[in-house]
Each structure stands twice: as structure tokens, then as C-alpha cells.
């Protein structure tokens, strides 16, 4: 069975710079795109980031200039770090990657079950 487990969440000050982690665990063959998005009280979830395999990345222009993404292969884990973290951040951040598992014969999309991010003004 394929796992997303995030950490990194919390309550932080506005300003601060939190580094969020996700790793993938399972009987994985390969990971494809792999992103985080972030559902805020009473909206819907939105994209934050994406990162391909290769490394390009993708952003929402909320984030822009203060986000990062990154990823390491080796170790099935994608990174976002946060700077500059402004109130309106306040949300629970989802891992999702595209996953092919060792007997699959497509790719699988997962969530993991969420990490609570909230920016304290």
C-alpha cells in the first residue's frame, strides 16, 4: 500500500519560514509529478506547487517569489519551503504525487492526510 505522510505543519508567526516535508512510502516503482495544495476554512483546495520528476516547477502566483519547491528522488520526499509566510497562508497543506506501484500498470494518484499550517499575524 502506497503512503503520502506529511510533517512540518503548525502554528507560526507571520514572517516565519516553515519547511514543509512529504515522503512516499510503499511498494513504489516510480513517482511522477509530485505537488502540494492547500485547502483554507470554507474555500476550495487550491495548487499550490507541482514538481516533475525532472525537476521543473510550477507555482500559484499567491506564492510566487515565497515558496519553494523541491523534491529528492533518492528518498521518494517533496520539500515546500515557506518564507514570508502572510496570514492569509493560514490552511491545511496536501501532499499529492503521481505514483506507479511495483505491480501497477499506470500511474496512481494520492493525497496524504494533510498538515495543518497556521500563520499567526
Known amino acids: 500500500q502506497v503512503q503520502l505522510v506529511e510533517s512540518g505543519g503548525g502554528l507560526v508567526q507571520a514572517g516565519g519560514s516553515p519547511r514543509l516535508s512529504c515522503t512516499a512510502s510503499g511498494r513504489i516503482l516510480s513517482i511522477n509529478s509530485m505537488g502540494w495544495y492547500r485547502q483554507a476554512p470554507g474555500k476550495q483546495r487550491e495548487l499550490v506547487a507541482t514538481?516533475?520528476?525532472?525537476?521543473?516547477?510550477n507555482y500559484a502566483d499567491s506564492v510566487k517569489g515565497r515558496f519553494t519547491i523541491s523534491r529528492d528522488n533518492a528518498k521518494n520526499t517533496v520539500y515546500l519551503q515557506m518564507n514570508s509566510l502572510k496570514p492569509e497562508d493560514t490552511a491545511v497543506y496536501y501532499c499529492?504525487?503521481?505514483?506507479?506501484?511495483?505491480?501497477?500498470?499506470?500511474?496512481?494518484?494520492?493525497w496524504g492526510q494533510g498538515t495543518q499550517v497556521i500563520v499567526s499575524s
Open positions: 514538481i516533475t520528476r525532472g525537476g521543473s516547477t
Open positions: 499529492n504525487a503521481d505514483i506507479r506501484g511495483v505491480f501497477s500498470l499506470r500511474d496512481v494518484n494520492y
